[in-house]
């Protein structure tokens, strides 16, 4: 049974980031070997984590192509919801970057200061192939870096065997966790192959875990040097990435999924509890709460997620997250369930809210969540698969200081500076400089702006 407690009743450490992870020696060895060993570190650590470890990694855009037609003839309902993600995703992403400006202002006569949005040149995306393969987030990856300009996006996904192997891995009883199949063809879930095609990957490896992120991180005889990387993972993805963090630059440090919706009684139990389960399923450590000023709410959604958990295929899950990390609150007021949801700072929220003048002033005074979700018919899970919004969000508190993965991530925002020789602004910046110069002690900064004057 989910836990309801009064919002007086909070203890601090519910408002606490939450770290799972930690200082993680094995991915400091990791990358260390990757980086001096390249291709033969991956090719070992291959046969030691994953189910193949395949004679060469590059996955041919043939496969790619292969692995999207399969699923468009075989499954044309995914693939047409893929293709559904992809388009509202793009065009979303494509908006983002109308909204990053190139302009040159004169600040002064003859001083002309501007910026530039410049893509970076090669973008790697990591995308995880554990116990649920994550299509959607090939296409949370991928599209805003195609949208923002990339020339090449490259894509590490985990091994698997391929189809031409798959006979001799059985006889040879591998190709299962601990158990490799060694020196096959390089391959993928077929479903990611097929979203990085349809989002229009450049290249594509069979490499996971810490290595691939070491490896698009330094680069190796065929994974190339990536300027940038996001995607999610597990702790050892994600300790790898804090690692490399300033060799190249990251996304965000993701933990544990986590929904907050704030609720009056406006709301349907049966949907709430629907949304709150959604997010318990990903993971034991996820969290799900619930907001409200109702107590009679409160117990009709504790009761309703009792009676869906019953009938849910992914019930181990799920019930561990909402009995070990679910709570609902009741607050004296909606107005507090939005300030509980500020100090929060939730990777997700909704309003399960009429629309109103209620809704707007809380729409309004709320403002720490890495995407928010307004209206009962604003379902998180869209957001999560096909609305256009980016699923890779801040966990843990982090949307206090930061958003979820967009076309910026991918841009780098640079200045310029055109200043015309003699002009009223170039001498007032000499003369402003030389004195700023002198101050500091610098007489080299001093003399190269007044050497200007002369």
């Given at each position: 049974?989910?836990?309801?407690?009064?919002?007086?009743?909070?203890?601090?450490?519910?408002?606490?980031?939450?770290?799972?992870?930690?200082?993680?020696?094995?991915?400091?060895?990791?990358?260390?070997?990757?980086?001096?060993?390249?291709?033969?570190?991956?090719?070992?650590?291959?046969?030691?984590?994953?189910?193949?470890?395949p004679a060469s990694i590059e996955i041919?855009?043939?496969?790619?192509?292969?692995?999207?037609?399969?699923?468009?003839?075989?499954?044309?309902?995914?693939?047409?919801?893929?293709?559904?993600?992809?388009?509202?995703?793009?065009?979303?992403?494509?908006?983002?970057?109308?909204?990053?400006?190139?302009?040159?202002?004169?600040?002064?006569?003859?001083?002309?200061?501007?910026?530039?949005?410049?893509?970076?040149?090669?973008?790697?995306?990591?995308?995880?192939?554990?116990?649920?393969?994550?299509?959607?987030?090939?296409?949370?990856?991928?599209?805003?870096?195609?949208?923002?300009?990339?020339?090449?996006?490259?894509?590490?996904?985990?091994?698997?065997?391929?189809?031409?192997?798959?006979?001799?891995?059985?006889?040879?009883?591998?190709?299962?966790?601990?158990?490799?199949?060694?020196?096959?063809?390089?391959?993928?879930?077929?479903?990611?192959?097929?979203?990085?095609?349809?989002?229009?990957?450049t290249k594509a490896f069979a490499c996971?875990?810490?290595?691939?992120?070491?490896?698009?991180?330094?680069?190796?005889?065929?994974?190339?040097r990536c300027d940038v990387i996001v995607?999610?993972?597990?702790?050892?993805?994600?300790?790898?990435?804090?690692?490399?963090?300033?060799?190249?630059?990251?996304?965000?440090?993701?933990?544990?999924?986590?929904?907050?919706?704030?609720?009056?009684?406006?709301?349907?139990?049966?949907?709430?509890?629907?949304?709150?389960?959604?997010?318990?399923?990903?993971?034991?450590?996820?969290?799900?709460?619930?907001?409200?000023?109702?107590?009679?709410?409160?117990?009709?959604?504790?009761?309703?997620?009792?009676?869906?958990?019953?009938?849910?295929?992914?019930?181990?899950?799920?019930?561990?997250?909402?009995?070990?990390?679910?709570?609902?609150?009741?607050?004296?007021?909606?107005?507090?369930?939005?300030?509980?949801?500020?100090?929060?700072?939730?990777?997700?929220?909704?309003?399960?809210?009429?629309?109103?003048?209620?809704?707007?002033?809380?729409?309004?005074?709320?403002?720490?969540?890495?995407?928010?979700?307004?209206?009962?018919?604003?379902?998180?899970?869209?957001?999560?698969?096909?609305?256009?919004?980016?699923?890779?969000?801040?966990?843990?508190?982090?949307?206090?200081?930061?958003?979820?993965?967009?076309?910026?991530?991918?841009?780098?925002?640079?200045?310029?500076?055109?200043?015309?020789?003699?002009?009223?602004?170039?001498?007032?910046?000499?003369?402003?400089?030389?004195?700023?110069?002198?101050?500091?002690?610098?007489?080299?900064?001093?003399?190269?702006?007044?050497?200007?004057?002369?």
């Open positions: 049974m989910i836990k309801i407690q009064l919002y007086k009743d909070i203890e601090p450490e519910f408002f606490d980031g939450r770290d799972f992870g930690g200082s993680i020696d094995i991915v400091k060895d990791v990358l260390s070997d990757v980086k001096k060993r390249g291709d033969e570190a991956l090719s070992e650590y291959g046969a030691k984590f994953d189910v193949s470890a041919p855009m043939s496969e790619l192509k292969a692995a999207a037609e399969k699923m468009q003839h075989e499954n044309p309902e995914l693939y047409k919801a893929i293709e559904y993600s992809h388009d509202l995703a793009l065009r979303f992403a494509k908006k983002q970057r109308e909204s990053f400006d190139d302009f040159e202002v004169e600040l002064e006569p003859g001083v002309f200061t501007g910026q530039k949005n410049i893509a970076v040149d090669r973008a790697g995306a990591y995308v995880p192939a554990g116990r649920f393969p994550l299509v959607s987030s090939v296409v949370m990856t991928i599209t805003p870096a195609v949208a923002a300009g990339v020339k090449e996006v490259v894509l590490c996904t985990p091994p698997r065997v391929h189809p031409d192997d798959k006979a001799a891995a059985e006889q040879a009883g591998t190709g299962v966790p601990g158990k490799p199949f060694v020196g096959g063809k390089p391959y993928a879930d077929e479903n990611i192959m097929a979203a990085a095609y349809i989002c229009g990957v996971g875990g810490s290595q691939a992120i070491g490896a698009m991180a330094f680069g190796t005889e065929s994974i190339p995607g999610p993972g597990n702790k050892f993805v994600a300790e790898a990435k804090k690692l490399v963090y300033g060799t190249v630059g990251i996304d965000m440090l993701a933990g544990p999924t986590e929904v907050f919706i704030i609720a009056d009684k406006s709301a349907n139990p049966a949907w709430v509890a629907a949304d709150l389960l959604a997010q318990a399923e990903h993971d034991i450590v996820a969290q799900p709460v619930m907001a409200t000023d109702s107590e009679e709410l409160a117990k009709a959604v504790a009761g309703e997620i009792e009676k869906q958990l019953a009938v849910l295929p992914t019930k181990s899950t799920a019930e561990q997250s909402v009995q070990n990390y679910g709570r609902i609150i009741v607050c004296e007021s909606i107005e507090q369930a939005a300030e509980c949801a500020n100090r929060k700072a939730p990777e997700h929220l909704e309003l399960a809210m009429e629309e109103g003048a209620v809704r707007d002033k809380i729409a309004s005074i709320v403002h720490n969540y890495g995407s928010l979700f307004v209206g009962h018919g604003s379902a998180e899970v869209f957001g999560d698969y096909a609305a256009g919004l980016n699923h890779t969000l801040p966990t843990s508190g982090s949307a206090r200081f930061t958003g979820g993965l967009s076309v910026r991530m991918f841009l780098k925002t640079v200045t310029t500076l055109r200043a015309i020789p003699g002009s009223k602004g170039a001498v007032a910046s000499a003369n402003a400089s030389g004195t700023l110069g002198d101050a500091e002690g610098l007489a080299g900064h001093a003399r190269a702006a007044r050497i200007r004057l002369e």
